[in-house]
């Protein structure tokens, strides 16, 4: 032990052999204890101490503390001796900080923070890429957010408002909200108000690191706004149930406008206290006939899209696109490749209204979902067709249905059917073909709606390529060989047989001369 020393009292003088074994034997005793600290709980302070058995101990003549400390075991007591270390009571000197070792410390050291990760200001890009979040923000609050989505979550597809919309992420998303007290979230609940989805906040143009300028807010234009929800005759009135947002952007210089549609509906407390909401993010250009690419070149490529244009602008064709329930999506549509038969069915969907009533606005409200969201006016005859090239491009044949219905007088007449039909062929060499475009013709089925307060009508889109390529002729049979007699003896004959009239007065001077030969072999 180091600073103490036990004294053991021997009255009499042991031969040396004994002295060692005695010296052996301390050292090699359980109950000894190396130096160690040890802390009390409470406000005690830390000691360390060297420990022994008591009784091996007669008497102490070291400077330090001693103790003697219970055994936990059981046996002897310890004869324990205290040694003074400042150091296990005291903090260590602090380091100094310095600027460039900040960081590196807090990294070291830090624990949790009262910001969530999500919550630390990020850091954007120049401009938006594809499935980047949208960036709004709150001019009352000055907070930067994001644009939701909301999407449906487990089985029973309740409302989660948290998931971001993603740019040029064009999609349709529905869920279904439950209300415990219907009278009260009526006028209370935000997803349930239109104004929430328009009003207080901003689109960003780009994305922003800095200080937000005002050329860099893009206002949310709300199309027909509805008044808020409110409570009448045990309904609450002017429920939203579907949202649908139309953002404009072009390239790298980002979203240019916003508008949003809603449709509403009323809930009866009787009815469950449940709603289902739609939402459908819309992203187009007008710069789209700069970023196509070709179809072919120059005929088109079995499966590629078919380039139609609407008022200049070079497009896709597209034809009506199902959801997961059944109904027709108002903005996603299929694609129509060439060469490939297609066929799609939906439902579309009329909402409860006056309007819905009219055959008229039925019959227009169809031939619109067909349409899509621009009119076809012209398609490419080849794949590899400049919009501004008139002669690269024909004219679709439209045949719409008769307005009155065959037979019944309080029918109405509404499009169910569209068949797209083209016609196409190959031209050049056989050995390199390319497809052009023919004609195409846009057919409409019509069948006769009797009920006009339905809620749901089925429709179908049809797309049909039919080749008219008109392949050569092929040769037929064997070649034919030509015979000659030795010597060609009469070559002067076929060649009498085949000259014109006028040389027919040399024809008696070959018949002479085949007198003569005659008379020769004769004779």
């Given amino acids: 032990?180091?600073?103490?020393?036990?004294?053991?009292?021997?009255?009499?003088?042991?031969?040396?052999?004994?002295?060692?074994?005695?010296?052996?034997?301390?050292?090699?005793?359980?109950?000894?204890?190396?130096?160690?600290?040890?802390?009390?709980?409470?406000?005690?302070?830390?000691?360390?101490?060297?420990?022994?058995?008591?009784?091996?101990?007669?008497?102490?003549?070291?400077?330090?503390?001693?103790?003697?400390?219970?055994?936990?075991?059981?046996?002897?007591?310890?004869?324990?001796?205290?040694?003074?270390?400042t150091k296990l009571n005291y903090f260590q000197q602090p380091q100094d900080i310095k600027e460039s070792d900040f960081v590196e410390f807090l990294e070291k050291y830090g624990r949790h923070s009262f910001l969530a990760p999500s919550q630390v200001q990020p850091s954007f890009s120049a401009f938006y890429r594809a499935g980047d979040p949208i960036l709004i923000y709150y001019d009352s609050s000055s907070v930067l957010s994001m644009l939701r989505q909301p999407v449906k979550m487990g089985a029973s597809g309740l409302c989660v408002d948290g998931n971001p919309a993603g740019f040029l992420d064009s999609k349709s998303t529905s869920c279904t909200r439950i209300f415990a007290n219907l009278s009260k979230s009526c006028m209370t609940d935000p997803a349930l108000d239109a104004a929430s989805y328009y009003h207080d906040f901003t689109v960003l143009k780009v994305p922003i690191n800095d200080t937000v300028m005002p050329s860099m807010k893009v206002n949310v234009t709300a199309v027909s706004p509805p008044g808020a929800p409110h409570m009448k005759d045990n309904t609450c009135a002017n429920v939203v149930s579907e949202v649908i947002y139309e953002i404009e952007y072009s390239g790298t210089s980002g979203i240019q406008s916003v508008s949003v549609q809603f449709k509403v509906s009323n809930i009866s407390v009787n009815s469950g206290s449940f709603l289902q909401q739609h939402f459908t993010m819309h992203f187009w250009t007008r710069t789209l006939s700069r970023m196509l690419p070709r179809s072919g070149n120059p005929g088109y490529n079995t499966g590629a899209p078919l380039l139609i244009a609407n008022s200049g602008a070079m497009q896709h064709m597209s034809i009506l696109r199902s959801e997961s329930d059944g109904s027709c999506s108002q903005f996603l549509r299929h694609r129509v490749q060439f060469g490939r038969n297609m066929r799609t069915g939906c439902k579309i969907s009329l909402s409860p209204t006056l309007e819905d009533s009219n055959c008229s606005y039925i019959q227009q409200k169809l031939y619109k979902a067909f349409q899509g969201m621009n009119r076809t006016e012209a398609f490419a005859i080849t794949g590899s067709a400049h919009s501004t090239q008139a002669e690269e491009w024909m004219n679709i044949l439209i045949q719409n249905c008769s307005v009155q219905a065959v037979n019944c007088t309080s029918c109405c007449m509404v499009p169910v059917t569209l068949e797209i039909q083209i016609l196409w062929t190959k031209v050049g060499l056989l050995s390199n073909p390319q497809a052009q475009v023919l004609g195409t013709r846009h057919f409409y089925q019509c069948q006769p709606l009797k009920f006009l307060n339905m809620s749901m009508v089925p429709v179908t889109t049809v797309v049909t390529f039919t080749d008219m390529t008109d392949w050569p002729e092929p040769p037929r049979g064997q070649p034919q060989m030509h015979w000659k007699l030795p010597f060609d003896i009469f070559f002067p004959f076929k060649v009498a047989l085949n000259v014109e009239r006028t040389y027919r007065g040399d024809l008696a001077g070959y018949l002479l001369l085949i007198l003569i030969m005659s008379s020769i072999f004769c004779f």
Avoid: H, W
Wanted: hydrophobic share 40%; net charge positive; proline share 12%.
């Fill in 1 to 85: 032990m180091r600073g103490a020393r036990a004294v053991l009292p021997l009255p009499l003088p042991l031969p040396l052999p004994l002295l060692l074994l005695l010296l052996l034997l301390l050292l090699s005793l359980p109950a000894l204890s190396p130096a160690g600290a040890s802390q009390r709980s409470g406000g005690s302070r830390s000691v360390s101490r060297v420990c022994v058995e008591k009784s091996l101990i007669f008497r102490s003549n070291t400077p330090y503390s001693t103790d003697i400390v219970s055994d936990p075991g059981g046996r002897d007591p310890l004869f324990c001796v205290q040694l003074d270390d």
